[in-house]
């Protein structure tokens, strides 16, 4: 067994616990807080009795072999560092941190203490977008990808209001790229690789957090075009579109629906059954890892999530978006 711990109480770690229950090989035996009170709230519900509110006396702690870590995004390095310095392994959510440069010394320190690192990017994994990957022959050259994940945050009430929370807090290194527009750039970087060149656009609220943009990715062939919003909702589709026919896909960050649609007409359904919650697979790959003794994911790479960073950095630049963990 892998004994897990989690660093965070929110609905996604809810979320993780409820797939990584259908996983083999999973334990899961501590929490982390910084409120005890909520700490023991959440372990109650797991009948999980080990809770920290001190981070560090957790990576110390010989309860637990590995770690999730759900905190906000700009405390994923210094959170992944120490956990690893202390042996244990991390599967880190999505983005893997505040900029590229963070993402270097967290990949670094996975190397040197030869341990599991993952960015926990669930859509990567899914039988769906696994066989997206399979089918792409079908479709022949590939001139085009639209992307579009838009999202009216539950929390954008409360910014209009007056209150701003974490979601839209630049010092947490938030905002509609880092938590709604990786789910394109991410999946983007893995069908095609790093582009050559990014143009992005977007809108910069009064707290300084991004709602919304537009990210243009060029490839020697093709380009991808990517948007993303927590201000607004779409229901548009993902497309690739090939010289002989496209793959529709219907969500981005979560396939459930994928066709191809072939340039004489035909229209066939490639969808696969997706019976299990979005993030087992995710946590599978993680504890295939450790229990094989690899430090990286084949899929997840260090370096594709580098690149998606690399990417989100460039495109933050031009629209003057940054971050306090920018200038550490």
Request: aromatic share 10%.
């Amino acid at each position: 067994m892998v004994r897990f711990g989690v660093i965070g109480t929110n609905w996604i770690t809810d979320r993780f616990l409820e797939a990584a229950g259908m996983a083999d090989d999973f334990q899961f035996t501590s929490v982390y807080s910084r409120s005890e009170e909520r700490g023991r709230l959440f372990a109650q519900k797991y009948g999980v009795t080990a809770v920290f509110t001190d981070a560090e006396e957790m990576a110390k702690s010989d309860l637990i072999d590995a770690v999730y870590i759900a905190s906000p995004n700009s405390l994923h390095k210094e959170q992944a560092i120490m956990f690893m310095e202390n042996g244990k392994h991390v599967l880190c959510e999505k983005p893997l941190a505040s900029n590229v440069k963070e993402a270097e010394a967290m990949v670094k320190t996975a190397q040197i203490q030869k341990v599991a690192f993952m960015e926990a990017m669930k859509t990567t994994f899914l039988p769906n977008f696994t066989n997206i990957i399979d089918h792409l022959p079908r479709i022949g050259k590939i001139r085009r990808f639209t992307a579009s994940y838009c999202q009216y945050s539950s929390r954008y009430d409360a910014y209009k209001s007056g209150t701003v929370l974490n979601a839209f807090n630049p010092a947490f290194s938030n905002g509609s790229l880092m938590d709604i527009g990786v789910y394109c750039v991410h999946p983007a970087v893995v069908l095609f690789g790093k582009p050559l060149e990014v143009k992005a656009n977007g809108l910069i609220l009064e707290s300084g957090a991004d709602g919304e943009g537009t990210v243009l990715l060029t490839y020697p062939e093709h380009e991808a075009v990517l948007m993303h919003s927590k201000i607004s909702n779409s229901f548009m589709p993902a497309e690739i579109q090939g010289e002989d026919g496209s793959i529709v896909i219907d969500k981005i960050h979560r396939p459930e629906k994928v066709e191809i649609r072939y340039r004489d007409g035909r229209v066939e359904d490639i969808t696969v059954s997706d019976e299990k919650p979005a993030m087992f697979y995710e946590i599978e790959e993680f504890i295939s890892l450790i229990k094989q003794g690899r430090l990286e994911s084949r899929l997840n790479t260090f370096e594709r999530s580098l690149a998606t960073l690399s990417v989100m950095d460039e495109a933050r630049k031009q629209i003057g978006l940054v971050f306090p963990a920018d200038q550490a």
